[in-house]
């Protein structure tokens, strides 16, 4: 390898580096950090974003999706657009042979190294998502993408934290006990499904050369963040809306009378699967709700299910992943939603 591309390869992975301890660190790492104490003290992380204080979402209405969608829009902008920052710079700044090397492969030891990547992280699941389509892009294995995308969520160890304070740690340790199988078993999974899979465009190799020089890298960067912008912001916007209209379907009256029937615990398995939160959003929507007399079935139900997937980041990764997998996924997350809810009725949680 000559100097000259050395040097540049360097220069790359210096900015793609400073960019990820900088960005997570304000973004995440610091304000978690804060929070934490918070619930520590007062064992509360703020009021539900899917309802406040109310025993029910407002009536589906343009207000309430707008209200939702700026609510939404409001925690998690800064997240985002470092996602999509880190998404775009992953195509821009690393080798493909590095992402190739380390997490291209169909073993379980890629799908370990994507899950543990994702763990610093914290991102919720929809401002990951732009990272795993960079990851696909230079040829990150189904099985290591899938890992690194639901470790954002379930691994993070700040909303582990907060759910201990907050909920109790019997919550934090059922939340481990399957959030842990869950990461990695469908990462495993996903690489089995993806032998019967045929080639996808979006991993095909890059013929690309690569940039040397600071003008060069620059724009192309732009050029992918503003294309991958253009690409996922759009639909994914118009599905937090219709979400945020259609809350009070999906979470009915909140009260005594959602106990522990298995009809409960599968509707909001499916439910919490399809919404979208902000990260540790989940935290605080359980709180409501158990306070509210919801029953620890279907509470933890929503523990499991809220975090990790939802309509708008199935739908922004489905250029990236097989709608099949993506599918498989959203089902098994469901599957492990109800395991949660049936082990926390036997286990008497509330």
């Not at 019967?196 to 732009?222: C, D, F, M, T």
């Not at 939603?337 to 509330?350: C, N, P, Q, R, S």
Request: glycine share 12%; net charge positive.
């Amino acid at each position: 390898m000559n100097v000259a591309l050395q040097k540049a390869r360097t220069m790359r992975w210096s900015v793609l580096l400073l960019l990820a301890v900088a960005g997570l660190f304000y973004v995440k790492w610091y304000p978690y950090y804060g929070r934490a104490f918070m619930a520590a003290d007062q064992h509360s992380i703020g009021h539900s974003i899917l309802m406040g204080d109310q025993a029910s979402a407002p009536a589906p209405s343009w207000n309430a999706a707008l209200d939702y969608a700026l609510a939404y829009g409001k925690a998690i902008w800064k997240a985002m657009v470092l996602g999509l920052l880190l998404g775009s710079g992953v195509q821009a700044l690393l080798p493909v042979n590095w992402v190739r090397r380390t997490l291209g492969k169909r073993g379980f030891r890629s799908t370990l190294a994507g899950g543990l990547l994702g763990v610093p992280g914290m991102m919720c699941t929809c401002c990951a998502a732009p990272v795993v389509v960079g990851l696909r892009k230079h040829q990150a294995s189904p099985g290591a993408s899938i890992a690194f995308w639901l470790g954002n969520t379930m691994l993070n160890p700040a909303t582990l934290v907060f759910t201990g304070f907050v909920l109790g740690w019997h919550w934090t340790a059922l939340r481990m006990v399957l959030g842990v199988p869950m990461v990695f078993g469908l990462g495993y999974l996903a690489n089995r499904m993806s032998g019967l899979e045929p080639s996808s465009a979006a991993v095909a190799p890059i013929a690309e050369a690569e940039p040397q020089s600071l003008v060069e890298v620059g724009r192309r960067w732009a050029r992918i963040f503003t294309g991958m912008t253009l690409r996922l912001i759009p639909e994914y916007l118009v599905i937090v809306l219709l979400l945020g209209a259609a809350r009070a379907w999906m979470f009915p009256h909140i009260g005594p009378d959602i106990g522990e029937h298995w009809f409960w615990i599968a509707a909001f398995a499916v439910a919490g699967m399809l919404f979208v939160i902000p990260t540790a959003g989940e935290v605080p929507i359980v709180q409501a709700m158990l306070a509210l007399g919801m029953g620890g079935g279907p509470a933890a139900a929503l523990l499991m299910t809220l975090p990790p997937v939802s309509l708008p980041s199935l739908a922004m990764l489905g250029r990236s992943l097989p709608v099949r997998l993506l599918a498989t996924v959203a089902v098994a997350v469901v599957g492990f939603g109800i395991l949660a809810g049936v082990l926390a009725v036997m286990l008497g949680m509330h």
